[in-house]
């Protein structure tokens, strides 16, 4: 990825002109984003691309069975060159997927609890304030927390809109994680507005509704919100 990453930042190109050229062609197919290399996706507005020793984290935490495996990846939002190749390759060296991908006898496992299946796949978000006025006139914490990995982003605001809910939501998760599945938070207005849903929907993404009087149902915000009170 370096490379394509030298010509998007600086416009340098390698020397060799088949690799020269073959840059300049899928140039158009990515973009930059606080130094961070994104694809441009059809099923999502953008993938982030990873190296290789992110590329087999990620293949085993979302890896569950033969089928489909870097169609779930490119859903989380990630990306790298080989991502087909790869999953083939580790499906081929799986014991289960070999034994059991097309067979309805997969031994029986113990039954737990999942709240996400991969990183950055649900998101629960909050507001914490009012708090006094700080410079910039801020007095609002908007604190969103990835159910997976516990990644928390926290973002200052002067005051809570549906327009700036939105904004957080594209420019603190989607640009920076890839495409979220679903987001969970309470049922004030600026979350359970029609503009917030049909933002949503036009991404597909899913909203789940907490209730303002019971916000220990959406845990993992609450936790962020107490490790960032604790910090004040």
Excluded at 115 to 121: A, G, K, L
Aim: aromatic fraction near 10%; hydrophobic fraction near 40%.
């Amino acid at each position: 990825m370096d490379p394509m990453v030298e010509y998007l930042k600086d416009g340098k190109l390698p020397t060799d002109p088949v690799r020269s050229s073959k840059i300049r062609k899928e140039a158009s197919k990515y973009t930059l984003i606080e130094q961070r290399l994104y694809r441009r996706g059809f099923s999502s507005p953008l993938l982030k691309c990873v190296d290789t020793g992110e590329a087999e984290y990620i293949i085993k935490e979302v890896h569950e069975g033969g089928r489909a495996l870097a169609g779930k990846i490119a859903r989380a939002g990630y990306y790298w060159p080989t991502l087909k190749a790869d999953c083939m390759d580790y499906v081929k060296k799986c014991d289960t997927c070999q034994r059991f991908a097309d067979s309805h006898q997969v031994p029986a496992e113990q039954m737990h609890t999942v709240t996400s299946p991969w990183p950055f796949h649900k998101w629960g978000i909050d507001i914490l304030g009012p708090f006094p006025l700080v410079p910039g006139q801020f007095k609002f914490l908007m604190v969103a927390v990835d159910y997976f990995t516990k990644w928390i982003e926290v973002e200052p605001m002067a005051t809570i809109t549906v327009e700036r809910v939105k904004r957080f939501i594209w420019k603190r998760i989607i640009c920076r994680f890839g495409l979220p599945a679903e987001i969970v938070s309470d049922n004030g207005t600026q979350f359970a507005s029609s503009a917030t849903a049909k933002f949503c929907q036009e991404l597909h993404i899913r909203q789940s509704f907490t209730s303002v009087e019971h916000p220990q149902a959406n845990g993992q915000a609450e936790a962020a919100n107490r490790i960032i009170l604790r910090g004040l």
